[in-house]
Structures are given as structure tokens and as C-alpha cells.
């Protein structure tokens, strides 16, 4: 297997296998920011991130990982030299608590504006409560977020020369959304993309297969994120794409270089697909041998 869909497929094996229980330590594991390339920040925690884009003309902030993380959060961001009052938008990948947990507060705190896709700001708006999440009743509660501006696919958000677009990626929720951006240090522009996560997991009893329009826009999702432009790849959960590991080798090489990877998309997609037909597989076998 190439190397780098072997690291993918591994850390999003081990993520995996985490959801399936209780919250990760690391998931509120504090974390020093720092500065990811140009004007993109990372300021969530160990295990689970939160990146801040930065103007003279205000700040886009996406995901908000858990509610009790709030706080953390908010000192990174300062610790930074950036004021809360600042951002202006707070995208999210998907409504599941571990990204969306702090969501309310942040955007209290700073007056931001909410914004997300159609399914997500459903889910937003009832604090993860939305019958149509495969992992419905599995994931903790939080906060409802009142109000959110619904982005459609391939829609674009702007705060001051920041453009943020949208890519609908549903599967892992139905709201789920990918992000890109430029950021540029000096004269070199890079496309940062925040993938979200393509893993397919489900409460008990729940069959992707039972749904042919949903397998299908899985399946779209995989073609979506391999297609993203991508020099620099994020995911929700860093161990999903061996965020952090990349981080400690530019930082050892103090080049951006082992960061960029115009592949890492598709290597994403490609170490996750796999996974999802297998499991279509297994609830196929599991339907035909109880006859439901």
C-alpha cells in the first residue's frame, strides 16, 4: 500500500475506533496554537480542531469542538494576539458535539455570525438533536445555536479578503461540509483544505444501505474531496490525516514542506472509500442472514 494511504488509513482507523467510545482525553487535551501557514491558525486542542483565519478586517473561525472547551478555546485565540470581538463567521464541519459542542458560546462571546449547510444548521439550531444523523442518540448534546446562515454547495463566505467556499461532503452526516481557502506567506499562496470527516458510523441498527439516495451521496463525497484543490490538508479530528506528526516535521525540517501535499485529498478519499463499501457489505450480509 502506498505510504501515505497506509498513515490514513491507520489514523482514520484509530478514529474510528475512539468515536466508538466515550470522549478521547485528548479531545480536551490542551494544546499550544500556532501558526498553520500564512494567515490560518490552529487554536483547538490535541485531539480535535478548531482553526481561525485571520484579517485586518475580522476573523473566520471554524469549528468549536466541545462545549466544556469553550473557554480553551477563547485563550488560544488571545493567546495569539487576536480579540474574540474579531471574528466574524464561525463555520463548522459537522453538528456532532465534539465540533459543534462550543459553537454557541464562541458566537455569543465574539457576535459572530453561524453559518453552516442546510442539514447542518438543522442540526445547529437543535442542538444535535436530528433523527436523521446515522449516529442518532449516540452523540452527546449541546447548546442550540438560535441562529445560522445557511451556505449553499459551493457557496462562498467573505470577511473582509478572506474566501472561504463551501463543498457539500454528507455521509458521516447529512449536514456534513467541507472548507478551502488561500493562504499566502509573501508571494506563495497555498489552498488549505478542511476535509471533513468521511467515516462511516452509525448507532445500532442503522444501515447506510437501507438508503440508496444517501450510499450515493456518500459516494459523491469521496469524488468531492478528491477533487478539492489541497496543498495543505486538515481534518476535524487531526489523527484522522496525521495532522499533528506533520506539524512536528515541519517544525523539526523548519520548512512548510512535509505540510504540502497536493495528493492529500485524494489519498484521504481513497483510504476511506474502501471502508465505507466494506461496511455496505457487512450490513447487506448482516440483513439477508436476520431477514430484515
Not at 490535541?46 to 469542538?65: E, F, K, N, R, Y
Not at 487576536?82 to 466574524?88: H, M, Q, V
Not at 445547529?124 to 436530528?130: H, M
Not at 499566502?184 to 458510523?201: F, G, I, M, R, W
Request: overall charge neutral; glycine content about 8%.
Amino acid at each position: 500500500m502506498n505510504p501515505i494511504l497506509r498513515t490514513l488509513w491507520i489514523g482514520a482507523a484509530l478514529f474510528a475506533t475512539s468515536l466508538t467510545h466515550a470522549h478521547d482525553a485528548s479531545w480536551s487535551q490542551s494544546r499550544q496554537p500556532f501558526r498553520i501557514y500564512g494567515n490560518s491558525w490552529y487554536v483547538g486542542t490535541q485531539g480535535l480542531s478548531a482553526i481561525l483565519v485571520t484579517s485586518p478586517q475580522g476573523h473566520v473561525l471554524i469549528d468549536g469542538t466541545l462545549e466544556e472547551n469553550a473557554a480553551q478555546i477563547e485563550a488560544n485565540i488571545r493567546a495569539l494576539g487576536f480579540r474574540l470581538r474579531d471574528i466574524k463567521l464561525i463555520l463548522n464541519s459537522h453538528a456532532h458535539s465534539d465540533h459543534a459542542g462550543a459553537i454557541a458560546q464562541l458566537a455569543r462571546d465574539s457576535g459572530a455570525t453561524v453559518a453552516a449547510s442546510v442539514a447542518g444548521a438543522k442540526e445547529l439550531r437543535s442542538g444535535g438533536d436530528d433523527p436523521d444523523d446515522p449516529q442518532y442518540g449516540m452523540a452527546t448534546r449541546y447548546p442550540a445555536v438560535s441562529k445560522v446562515k445557511v451556505v449553499a454547495d459551493g457557496g462562498t463566505e467573505r470577511v473582509g479578503p478572506i474566501t472561504i467556499v463551501a463543498h457539500y461532503t454528507p455521509g458521516h452526516t447529512p449536514g456534513s461540509t467541507s472548507w478551502t481557502w488561500r493562504s499566502c506567506e509573501k508571494a506563495n499562496c497555498l489552498t488549505l483544505a478542511y476535509v471533513d470527516s468521511l467515516t462511516a458510523l452509525g448507532r445500532d441498527g442503522f444501515r447506510y444501505s437501507d438508503d440508496a439516495a444517501r450510499v450515493a451521496s456518500f459516494r459523491q463525497s469521496f469524488a468531492t474531496v478528491a477533487a478539492l484543490p489541497c496543498d495543505i490538508l486538515i481534518t476535524p479530528h487531526p489523527d484522522a490525516s496525521g495532522f499533528m506528526q506533520k506539524i512536528a516535521a515541519r517544525d523539526r525540517s523548519r520548512s512548510p514542506a512535509p505540510l504540502i501535499d497536493a495528493g492529500a485529498c485524494r489519498a484521504y478519499a481513497a483510504a476511506a472509500r474502501p471502508r465505507f463499501e466494506e461496511r455496505l457489505v457487512t450490513e447487506r450480509q448482516d440483513a439477508h442472514a436476520t431477514g430484515k
